[in-house]
Protein backbone atom coordinates (compact mmCIF):
# COMPACT_ATOMS: atom_id res chain seq x y z
CA UNK A 1 0.00 0.00 0.00
CA UNK A 2 1.46 3.38 -0.83
CA UNK A 3 2.33 5.76 2.12
CA UNK A 4 2.29 9.08 0.02
CA UNK A 5 -0.46 10.89 1.32
CA UNK A 6 -1.16 12.46 -1.71
CA UNK A 7 -1.71 9.71 -3.57
CA UNK A 8 -4.75 8.69 -0.99
CA UNK A 9 -5.37 11.50 1.20
CA UNK A 10 -8.31 9.85 2.69
CA UNK A 11 -5.98 7.04 3.89
CA UNK A 12 -6.81 6.39 7.63
CA UNK A 13 -3.77 6.25 9.69
CA UNK A 14 -4.40 2.63 11.38
CA UNK A 15 -3.73 1.19 7.56
CA UNK A 16 -0.61 2.70 6.67
CA UNK A 17 1.53 -0.33 8.54
CA UNK A 18 4.94 0.27 9.37
CA UNK A 19 6.01 4.04 8.74
CA UNK A 20 8.97 6.57 9.71
CA UNK A 21 8.21 7.80 13.24
CA UNK A 22 7.34 11.34 13.24
CA UNK A 23 10.22 13.68 14.69
CA UNK A 24 6.83 15.78 16.10
CA UNK A 25 6.23 13.37 18.88
CA UNK A 26 9.49 14.54 20.33
CA UNK A 27 8.42 17.90 20.35
CA UNK A 28 5.27 16.93 21.86
CA UNK A 29 6.74 14.84 24.58
CA UNK A 30 8.91 17.74 25.68
CA UNK A 31 5.85 19.76 25.64
CA UNK A 32 4.35 17.55 27.66
CA UNK A 33 6.93 16.73 30.32
CA UNK A 34 7.23 20.61 31.17
CA UNK A 35 3.35 20.30 31.09
CA UNK A 36 3.34 17.45 33.64
CA UNK A 37 6.19 18.95 36.04
CA UNK A 38 4.54 22.43 36.24
CA UNK A 39 1.42 20.65 37.59
CA UNK A 40 2.46 17.84 39.46
CA UNK A 41 -0.65 17.62 41.44
CA UNK A 42 -2.98 17.23 38.92
CA UNK A 43 -4.46 14.22 36.56
CA UNK A 44 -5.04 14.80 32.54
CA UNK A 45 -7.01 12.62 30.53
CA UNK A 46 -5.94 11.80 26.60
CA UNK A 47 -8.55 13.98 25.00
CA UNK A 48 -7.96 16.54 27.37
CA UNK A 49 -3.90 16.84 26.74
CA UNK A 50 -4.68 16.44 22.68
CA UNK A 51 -7.02 19.66 22.97
CA UNK A 52 -4.44 21.79 25.20
CA UNK A 53 -1.47 21.10 22.89
CA UNK A 54 -3.83 21.96 19.47
CA UNK A 55 -3.24 25.62 19.86
CA UNK A 56 -0.40 28.07 19.25
CA UNK A 57 2.32 28.36 19.84
CA UNK A 58 2.07 24.32 20.27
CA UNK A 59 -0.16 23.39 17.24
CA UNK A 60 -0.05 20.05 17.86
CA UNK A 61 -1.87 17.59 15.70
CA UNK A 62 -3.94 15.01 18.18
CA UNK A 63 -2.63 12.27 17.33
CA UNK A 64 1.03 13.11 17.52
CA UNK A 65 0.07 14.30 21.42
CA UNK A 66 -1.41 10.76 21.87
CA UNK A 67 1.57 9.19 20.55
CA UNK A 68 4.00 11.28 22.97
CA UNK A 69 2.22 10.47 25.67
CA UNK A 70 2.15 6.94 25.45
CA UNK A 71 6.07 7.39 24.79
CA UNK A 72 6.45 9.03 28.05
CA UNK A 73 4.30 6.24 29.89
CA UNK A 74 5.72 3.74 28.09
CA UNK A 75 9.41 5.38 29.21
CA UNK A 76 8.41 5.19 32.70
CA UNK A 77 8.43 9.36 32.58
CA UNK A 78 4.53 9.76 33.53
CA UNK A 79 2.02 7.59 34.86
CA UNK A 80 -0.85 6.46 33.12
CA UNK A 81 -4.10 4.11 33.50
CA UNK A 82 -7.13 3.00 31.48
CA UNK A 83 -10.17 3.47 33.62
CA UNK A 84 -13.99 2.09 32.73
CA UNK A 85 -16.71 4.20 32.96
CA UNK A 86 -20.82 4.71 32.18
CA UNK A 87 -22.09 7.18 29.52
CA UNK A 88 -25.70 6.39 29.33
CA UNK A 89 -26.58 2.54 28.85
CA UNK A 90 -22.96 2.57 26.96
CA UNK A 91 -19.71 1.41 28.19
CA UNK A 92 -16.64 3.84 27.32
CA UNK A 93 -13.11 4.43 28.75
CA UNK A 94 -10.60 6.75 29.40
CA UNK A 95 -7.10 7.10 29.71
CA UNK A 96 -5.40 9.24 32.49
CA UNK A 97 -1.88 10.13 32.23
CA UNK A 98 -0.71 12.18 35.51
CA UNK A 99 3.08 12.79 37.33
CA UNK A 100 4.88 10.22 38.78
CA UNK A 101 4.89 11.69 42.23
CA UNK A 102 1.57 12.43 42.26
CA UNK A 103 0.52 10.20 45.22
CA UNK A 104 -2.84 11.08 45.41
CA UNK A 105 -4.46 10.98 42.18
CA UNK A 106 -7.33 8.90 42.53
CA UNK A 107 -10.04 11.72 43.60
CA UNK A 108 -9.01 13.90 40.23
CA UNK A 109 -9.92 11.25 38.17
CA UNK A 110 -13.14 10.46 39.60
CA UNK A 111 -14.16 14.49 39.19
CA UNK A 112 -12.82 14.41 35.70
CA UNK A 113 -14.72 11.20 34.76
CA UNK A 114 -17.88 12.43 36.30
CA UNK A 115 -17.22 15.52 33.89
CA UNK A 116 -16.26 13.25 30.96
CA UNK A 117 -19.45 11.24 31.55
CA UNK A 118 -21.90 14.01 31.87
CA UNK A 119 -20.48 15.82 28.57
CA UNK A 120 -19.97 12.53 26.79
CA UNK A 121 -23.54 11.23 27.41
CA UNK A 122 -25.31 10.72 24.13
CA UNK A 123 -28.18 12.87 25.04
CA UNK A 124 -25.73 15.55 25.97
CA UNK A 125 -23.66 14.47 22.30
CA UNK A 126 -27.03 14.97 20.28
CA UNK A 127 -27.16 18.36 22.38
CA UNK A 128 -23.85 19.71 20.82
CA UNK A 129 -24.74 19.02 17.37
CA UNK A 130 -27.92 21.01 17.22
CA UNK A 131 -26.51 23.74 19.56
CA UNK A 132 -23.19 23.71 16.41
CA UNK A 133 -26.26 23.81 13.86
CA UNK A 134 -27.85 26.39 15.23
CA UNK A 135 -25.04 28.76 16.11
CA UNK A 136 -23.67 28.51 12.34
CA UNK A 137 -27.15 28.81 11.03
CA UNK A 138 -27.61 32.23 13.17
CA UNK A 139 -23.98 33.28 12.02
CA UNK A 140 -24.25 32.91 8.23
CA UNK A 141 -28.19 33.72 7.72
CA UNK A 142 -26.28 37.00 9.53
CA UNK A 143 -23.92 37.02 6.55
CA UNK A 144 -26.39 36.70 4.04
CA UNK A 145 -26.35 33.19 3.43
CA UNK A 146 -29.59 30.98 2.94
CA UNK A 147 -30.47 27.83 4.09
CA UNK A 148 -31.33 25.48 1.04
CA UNK A 149 -31.58 22.15 2.78
CA UNK A 150 -30.96 20.56 6.04
CA UNK A 151 -29.78 16.64 6.69
CA UNK A 152 -30.33 16.43 3.04
CA UNK A 153 -29.06 13.32 0.81
CA UNK A 154 -30.63 14.68 -2.40
CA UNK A 155 -30.38 17.54 -4.60
CA UNK A 156 -31.64 19.04 -7.88
CA UNK A 157 -32.25 15.56 -8.86
CA UNK A 158 -30.13 13.84 -7.39
CA UNK A 159 -29.45 11.25 -4.78
CA UNK A 160 -26.68 10.31 -2.67
CA UNK A 161 -26.56 6.42 -2.50
CA UNK A 162 -22.49 5.58 -1.84
CA UNK A 163 -23.29 5.63 1.52
CA UNK A 164 -26.41 6.55 4.35
CA UNK A 165 -24.96 9.59 5.49
CA UNK A 166 -26.35 13.30 4.52
CA UNK A 167 -25.02 16.55 4.52
CA UNK A 168 -26.12 18.74 7.52
CA UNK A 169 -26.97 22.21 5.52
CA UNK A 170 -26.87 23.34 1.72
CA UNK A 171 -26.02 27.06 2.71
CA UNK A 172 -26.13 29.16 -0.64
CA UNK A 173 -25.30 33.25 -1.22
CA UNK A 174 -24.61 34.98 -4.31
CA UNK A 175 -25.40 31.72 -6.51
CA UNK A 176 -22.60 30.14 -4.67
CA UNK A 177 -23.88 26.24 -2.92
CA UNK A 178 -21.61 25.02 0.06
CA UNK A 179 -22.58 21.43 1.12
CA UNK A 180 -21.36 21.63 4.80
CA UNK A 181 -20.51 19.29 7.62
CA UNK A 182 -20.66 20.81 10.89
CA UNK A 183 -18.46 19.32 13.86
CA UNK A 184 -19.38 20.65 17.42
CA UNK A 185 -16.84 18.25 19.09
CA UNK A 186 -13.46 17.89 20.90
CA UNK A 187 -12.00 15.40 18.14
CA UNK A 188 -11.42 16.10 14.79
CA UNK A 189 -13.83 15.06 11.87
CA UNK A 190 -12.66 11.35 11.44
CA UNK A 191 -10.85 10.99 7.45
CA UNK A 192 -13.39 8.61 6.17
CA UNK A 193 -16.18 11.28 6.53
CA UNK A 194 -13.95 14.00 5.51
CA UNK A 195 -13.61 12.09 2.24
CA UNK A 196 -17.28 10.40 2.49
CA UNK A 197 -18.52 14.49 2.47
CA UNK A 198 -16.50 15.78 0.08
CA UNK A 199 -17.36 13.38 -2.18
CA UNK A 200 -20.81 13.94 -1.60
CA UNK A 201 -20.75 17.48 -2.53
CA UNK A 202 -19.16 16.89 -5.86
CA UNK A 203 -21.87 14.68 -6.51
CA UNK A 204 -24.25 17.23 -6.11
CA UNK A 205 -22.27 19.75 -8.08
CA UNK A 206 -21.30 22.15 -5.05
CA UNK A 207 -18.36 23.47 -2.52
CA UNK A 208 -17.72 21.17 0.38
CA UNK A 209 -17.68 23.65 3.67
CA UNK A 210 -16.56 21.86 6.87
CA UNK A 211 -17.35 23.62 10.06
CA UNK A 212 -15.41 22.39 13.17
CA UNK A 213 -14.11 23.70 16.72
CA UNK A 214 -10.38 22.19 15.17
CA UNK A 215 -8.78 20.86 12.51
CA UNK A 216 -5.08 20.09 11.29
CA UNK A 217 -3.39 21.68 9.04
CA UNK A 218 -3.71 19.41 6.42
CA UNK A 219 -7.20 18.93 6.17
CA UNK A 220 -7.65 22.21 5.90
CA UNK A 221 -5.34 21.64 2.64
CA UNK A 222 -7.32 18.87 1.56
CA UNK A 223 -10.40 20.45 1.72
CA UNK A 224 -8.93 23.57 -0.13
CA UNK A 225 -7.86 21.55 -2.52
CA UNK A 226 -10.89 20.04 -3.31
CA UNK A 227 -12.71 23.64 -3.84
CA UNK A 228 -13.70 23.92 -0.50
CA UNK A 229 -13.26 25.69 2.95
CA UNK A 230 -12.69 24.40 6.53
CA UNK A 231 -14.12 27.24 8.68
CA UNK A 232 -12.12 26.65 12.36
CA UNK A 233 -14.68 28.27 15.47
CA UNK A 234 -12.15 27.76 17.98
CA UNK A 235 -14.58 26.86 20.43
CA UNK A 236 -16.77 23.65 21.33
CA UNK A 237 -20.27 25.58 22.39
CA UNK A 238 -22.25 24.12 24.72
CA UNK A 239 -26.54 24.32 25.10
CA UNK A 240 -28.33 27.19 26.44
CA UNK A 241 -28.82 26.87 30.07
CA UNK A 242 -25.62 24.52 30.88
CA UNK A 243 -23.69 27.72 31.91
CA UNK A 244 -22.50 25.65 34.71
CA UNK A 245 -20.74 22.70 33.40
CA UNK A 246 -19.76 24.56 30.53
CA UNK A 247 -17.71 26.43 33.45
CA UNK A 248 -16.75 23.29 35.40
CA UNK A 249 -15.28 22.09 32.32
CA UNK A 250 -13.46 25.24 31.03
CA UNK A 251 -11.64 25.79 34.96
CA UNK A 252 -11.57 21.86 35.73
CA UNK A 253 -9.82 20.95 32.00
CA UNK A 254 -9.03 23.80 30.19
CA UNK A 255 -10.76 23.63 27.64
CA UNK A 256 -12.60 26.02 25.35
CA UNK A 257 -16.18 25.68 25.85
CA UNK A 258 -19.46 28.08 26.80
CA UNK A 259 -22.88 28.94 26.19
CA UNK A 260 -21.76 31.45 24.00
CA UNK A 261 -24.49 33.80 22.51
CA UNK A 262 -22.80 33.30 18.67
CA UNK A 263 -19.55 32.37 17.03
CA UNK A 264 -16.87 35.35 16.95
CA UNK A 265 -17.65 38.15 14.47
CA UNK A 266 -13.60 37.38 13.52
CA UNK A 267 -14.27 34.07 12.84
CA UNK A 268 -17.19 34.80 10.43
CA UNK A 269 -15.31 37.23 8.81
CA UNK A 270 -12.63 34.38 8.10
CA UNK A 271 -15.37 32.72 5.93
CA UNK A 272 -17.47 35.41 4.29
CA UNK A 273 -13.79 37.00 3.12
CA UNK A 274 -12.98 33.50 1.86
CA UNK A 275 -16.18 33.45 -0.21
CA UNK A 276 -15.77 36.85 -1.59
CA UNK A 277 -12.56 36.03 -2.80
CA UNK A 278 -13.60 32.69 -4.49
CA UNK A 279 -16.50 34.42 -6.71
CA UNK A 280 -13.79 36.13 -8.97
CA UNK A 281 -12.38 32.64 -9.31
CA UNK A 282 -12.80 29.15 -10.98
CA UNK A 283 -11.64 25.73 -9.44
CA UNK A 284 -9.91 23.48 -11.71
CA UNK A 285 -10.41 20.20 -11.04
CA UNK A 286 -7.24 18.21 -12.41
CA UNK A 287 -4.35 21.09 -10.79
CA UNK A 288 -7.17 21.83 -7.89
CA UNK A 289 -6.35 25.30 -8.08
CA UNK A 290 -8.13 28.65 -8.18
CA UNK A 291 -7.82 30.75 -11.34
CA UNK A 292 -8.97 34.26 -11.85
CA UNK A 293 -12.16 33.83 -14.31
CA UNK A 294 -11.61 34.84 -17.47
CA UNK A 295 -13.06 38.78 -18.28
Avoid at 139 to 167: P, V
Wanted: net charge positive; charged share 30%; aromatic share 14%.
Amino acid sequence: MSRDFEDDPYLDEAEWGEYPRDPEIDVAKAILTKLFDENRGEVFYEQQLKCLLEPKPHSVFQWITSKAAAELWQSGAVKSEVVQYKSGNRAETIRFFWHNKNRYPQRRKRHIMRLVGAFSHPDFGRALGLQGELMVDNALMGAGFQIRAAECNEWAGKKWTESGENLDRIYERDGILYGAEIKNTLKYIGRPELASKIRMSKFFGIRPLFVARSLPKHYVNIIRESGGFGWILGKQYYPFGQDALADEVRQTLGLEVGCYKAVDSGRVKSFVDWHEWSRSREFDENSRRWFLKSP
